[in-house]
């Protein structure tokens, strides 16, 4: 076998920074040259709202004019145009996206790319993008979860009033309905749209102007830097503005995992249900996949592999936090390797909601099937409440009805579900307020994201996204 090692063991790279022997320069930078082409545009926003707070610094003479500001900024678009048609790379000898993007500046405008490393590090650099990408893509983590708590909320309403056996301990218990066991995710979304935002606002500080963890001296605006890049405001003390690293995304990946525990959820709960023996609910054919040998098939993975990114998504979360549990404060290289597990989160829980919104969409439910599920027993603890109703205190019902289950009659399963007329069960389901809910997040999360393009659009002097 052919040592895949041995092209790395000889020569040396030279870097912005100076040379590195070129086996350690691959060690080091790990999978950031491929992993930072997802922080490009991060970095290049980041680096125009540096380059405008340095550019009104009352320095004389003046590090950056405002043509030399505008030039940069210029650039910096330019190098955001080229990475979104593929033509921007970042090589093993500039490490990461902040050296690629210094390079090219520097490339291209010579002093000026030289000057724009002033008064920053790259650890604020690398804090800043990751809180630019985190802040995009948490708003889409809640637009796909808004979708996938509508899609459930259309299946609930549309089958309100078909029953359904409801279980405890996966035994038949009470009667219950589609419309309660659907709706029933859609809150659950609902309350990890809630850890969403939670986590967005821990994101919406902003760590530029910390440098190195230890500030510098020149006298940055931060609030400046804060506020060109739409942050809610900067983070006060330098040192937690590098320590906040890995623990936020170890906050964000709880989130996630929240999510991705609703959708293991609902699909274990559809795995069951779609089982011939049970057959209440059937998944579009075109969201099965065959078997190689046995032409009947017709497979459930889509939603098992929810499942095992369920466990891979709280994996990531568990990996950045063994990574940062040890750690002392101030920047550690270790931080760079919680960049791999924040982003496999990321992408894992917005394919996971998106293909669960089109398999809910085109969920059939099988109603015949759903009411061949109700045995007798199914009505005890109503048939003892009914007994309440006529005087008996509960206990005696229930002993009684104990007693002759075999006697139970009056099973109308339909009769069963309008009967439960109370907030939240059966026949007392909210559904306007529901949708009202989804409404009223999906303008929030609109808002928040159209503020925050018009902010960027402002600094770049471009739109954005482009
Ligand atoms: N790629 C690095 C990371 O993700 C960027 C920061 C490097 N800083 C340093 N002092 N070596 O952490």
């Not at 007994?387 to 006697?407: C, N």
Request: glycine share 6%; proline share 4%.
């Amino acid at each position: 076998m052919k040592n895949t090692i041995s092209k790395h063991t000889a020569g040396v790279g030279r870097t912005m920074i100076g040379t590195i022997r070129t086996d350690v320069l691959a060690y080091t930078a790990g999978k950031d040259v491929k992993l930072d082409m997802c922080l490009v545009d991060a970095d290049c926003i980041g680096s125009a709202a540096h380059v405008t707070m340095l550019a009104g610094l009352p320095l004389k003479p003046h590090l950056f004019s405002a043509r030399d500001r505008d030039r940069v900024i210029a650039e910096l678009a330019r190098i955001m145009r080229r990475a979104d048609r593929g033509a921007f790379t970042i090589t093993l000898q500039d490490q990461d996206v902040h050296l690629a993007v210094e390079r090219e500046l520097t490339s291209r405008l010579g002093a000026l790319g030289r000057k724009i490393h002033t008064g920053r590090s790259r650890n604020d650099q690398v804090a800043v993008d990751l809180r630019l990408f985190a802040k995009e893509q948490l708003l889409a983590v809640i637009e796909e979860a808004l979708a996938l708590g509508s899609a459930l909320l259309i299946q609930a309403r549309r089958n309100r009033g078909v029953a359904m056996v409801g279980r405890t301990h996966l035994q038949p218990a009470m009667p219950s309905s589609v419309g309660l066991w659907a709706s029933a995710y859609t809150e659950d979304l609902l309350d990890d749209i809630r850890l969403l935002k939670g986590v967005y606002d821990l994101n919406d500080q902003c760590p530029l102007g910390s440098a190195a963890g230890y500030g510098v001296p020149l006298p940055l605006d931060r609030r400046q830097v804060s506020d060109l890049l739409g942050f809610r405001r900067p983070i006060h003390n330098v040192l937690h503005a590098g320590n906040s690293r890995g623990k936020l995304e170890s906050g964000i990946l709880s989130a996630l995992s929240q999510v991705m525990i609703t959708l293991s959820r609902l699909s274990e709960d559809l795995m069951l249900f779609m089982m011939p023996e049970f057959d209440y609910f059937s998944l579009s054919p075109d969201m099965c996949t065959g078997s190689s040998i046995m032409p009947q098939k017709n497979n459930p993975d889509v939603l098992e592999l929810v499942r095992a990114r369920t466990a891979r998504v709280m994996a990531c979360n568990q990996t950045v936090m063994d990574i940062i549990k040890g750690l002392p404060s101030g920047y550690n290289r270790d931080l760079q390797e919680t960049k791999e597990p924040f982003m496999l989160g990321m992408t894992m829980t917005r394919a996971s909601l998106r293909i669960m919104a089109s398999l809910v969409a085109g969920l059939k439910i099988n109603r015949e099937a759903l009411r061949r599920g109700f045995t007798p027993a199914v009505f005890a603890a109503d048939h003892a409440l009914s007994l309440v109703a006529r005087g008996m205190p509960f206990r005696d019902a229930y002993h009684y009805v104990k007693k002759h289950l075999d006697e139970l009659d009056d099973l109308d399963p339909d009769r069963a579900i309008a009967l439960k007329t109370h907030a939240g069960a059966t026949a007392g389901l909210d559904f306007a307020g529901m949708a009202r809910q989804l409404a009223a997040e999906r303008a929030s999360a609109e808002n928040e994201k159209r503020r925050y393009f018009k902010t960027i659009s402002r600094l770049l002097r471009i739109p954005y996204p482009m």
